[in-house]
């Protein structure tokens, strides 16, 4: 055995290297209220109840009834009506899994579709993977970058079982027209989702917002994340229904076996009730107050960005707490994103997709609010080093092989070659420097991106022997 203090000890040792989740610098992954008693009472309530199991509500009565105190909260904040149904999750992506699962077992189509906005969070492509639903991409608008009801309207046909909108998009921060696509579904008795994973627990605290929630007509489900601006510990997420009938075919049980019967709202069936419990915990905290106050904070912060940042400018004007940054003139993103990092902020770049531009991705949370200042001097420094070095060169004999490379056929020896090419051999570690590889994979295809990071996840995931 090691000593509690050993172990200790090694364990902050471990988060030494992490990026920070608390300070208002990290920008993306993490969500900081900046209110030390909210994150003090979450971990509290996390470590108190991380033993207890959400398989079985009868025996854990204190479980459901938080699940229950949290759905009403969510349903009073997302415009329910009487008779709605919601379920906690692990998570935004369990949430939307379980969206597209109940529409696709709600429905008697023998290979069904689901037409989503390009702009649609990844989770509907995992869904689409998982349980078989054909995923129908339809454009958006390119000057908005808000989804077009015309072309989903045009995309829709027999087998379509759901149309999504996001409110807002994590990409960039925009919200789709909900009350058009939620006018297709009501035309033709499909099912609508909003996912408001992002802006959920924010949208309803600020003014001039146009309507997304169950207000409108023809929305059937709604998917929003404690552990974004609930300002939850991670691992919560809400999923709720219009009505009960629409979560029947979310449940699943099975009696074909020689144990219990098992019985599941989620994914998951084994399940800590900690998360469930930090989440009930800060939200009974702040309640709506505090999050209004959290909310219109964040909102500020993202204007203000927007406003005062030079030689990047928004994408689009942000309709939440979300910015989508790009270049004004000619240099690269990607140095200004390893330019922040060096500075200690973490604003990630989101690579060209379907002729979008490369652009940074902010996440602007009230800790951020009062660093603002700060913030647009460290953008504009290293806005100055990109312009300087100007954009990031590829070798063209790189580009070349990396286009040639067949997705399909990627294995781990191809890829150290890909690696050693790059001067990057070793290759189980990041660089220090990013832009090189992002420029990299900027220009490769979807599935070529896939292809590569999943090589690279491989070369990261290998055991290391606990002593
Ligand atoms: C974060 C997010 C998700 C996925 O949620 P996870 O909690 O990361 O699984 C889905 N949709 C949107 C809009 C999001 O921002």
Redesign the pocket.
């Known amino acids: 055995m090691n000593s509690v203090d050993e172990v200790l000890a090694r364990l902050r040792a471990l988060r030494a290297n992490d990026v920070p989740t608390h300070g208002g610098r990290t920008l993306s992954y993490v969500y900081d209220s900046g209110l030390a008693d909210a994150d003090a009472l979450g971990r509290h309530a996390l470590a108190d109840f991380g033993g207890t199991n959400g398989l079985d509500p009868t025996a854990f009565p204190s479980l459901l009834a938080m699940e229950n105190d949290l759905v009403a909260f969510a349903g009073d904040l997302l415009d329910a009506e009487s008779g709605f149904a919601g379920t906690v999750t692990?998570?935004?992506?369990?949430?939307?899994l379980l969206a597209v699962k109940a529409a696709r077992d709600a429905s008697a189509v023998v290979s069904p579709a689901m037409v989503l906005p390009a702009t649609?969070?990844?989770?509907?492509h995992k869904a689409a993977h998982y349980f078989g639903v054909r995923p129908v991409v339809v454009d958006v608008d390119p000057v908005t970058f808000r989804a077009d009801p015309d072309a989903m309207r045009a995309a829709v046909d027999d087998s379509t079982v759901l149309l999504v909108g996001?409110?807002?998009?994590?990409a960039h921060g925009v919200i789709d027209p909900i009350a058009a696509i939620a006018a297709i579904g009501a035309d033709r008795g499909i099912r609508v989702h909003v996912?408001?994973?992002?802006?959920g627990w924010v949208l309803p605290f600020l003014p001039d917002v146009a309507p997304w929630t169950f207000a409108v007509p023809g929305v059937t489900s709604i998917?929003v994340?404690l552990?974004?601006y609930g300002y939850s510990p991670?691992g919560v997420?809400i999923l709720l229904h219009r009505n009960a009938e629409l979560r029947r075919s979310q449940f699943f049980a099975t009696a074909d076996w020689p144990g219990y019967t098992m019985l599941n709202t989620t994914i998951q069936s084994t399940k800590s009730g900690g998360p469930l419990a930090a989440a009930w915990a800060v939200a009974t905290f702040l309640g709506r107050e505090g999050y209004a106050d959290l909310a219109r904070t964040a909102r500020q912060a993202s204007l203000d960005v927007a406003a005062g940042v030079t030689g990047l400018r928004p994408l689009v004007a942000p309709d939440s707490t979300?910015l989508a940054l790009v270049a004004s003139d000619d240099f690269d993103v990607y140095t200004v994103a390893d330019e922040m990092a060096a500075r200690g902020w973490l604003v990630p770049p989101q690579l060209p997709y379907r002729g979008g531009p490369a652009s940074l991705h902010l996440?602007l949370c009230a800790a951020t609010a009062p660093l603002v200042p700060e913030l647009l001097g460290a953008l504009a420094d290293s806005v100055a080093v990109a312009r300087a070095a100007g954009p990031v060169a590829l070798d063209p004999g790189l580009v070349a092989v990396v286009a040639a490379l067949d997705p399909s056929g990627l294995d781990a020896a191809a890829f150290d070659g890909i690696l050693a090419m790059a001067g990057l051999a070793g290759g189980a570690q990041l660089p220090e420097r990013m832009a090189m590889i992002n420029a990299l994979l900027g220009e490769a295809s979807s599935q070529l991106r896939e292809a590569l990071l999943l090589a690279f996840l491989h070369r990261l995931t290998r055991p290391e022997r606990l002593s």
């Open positions: 692990s998570g935004g992506t369990e949430s939307i649609a969070h990844a989770a509907f996001s409110a807002p998009s994590y996912d408001a994973c992002i802006g998917s994340d552990h974004k991670k997420s979300l996440s």
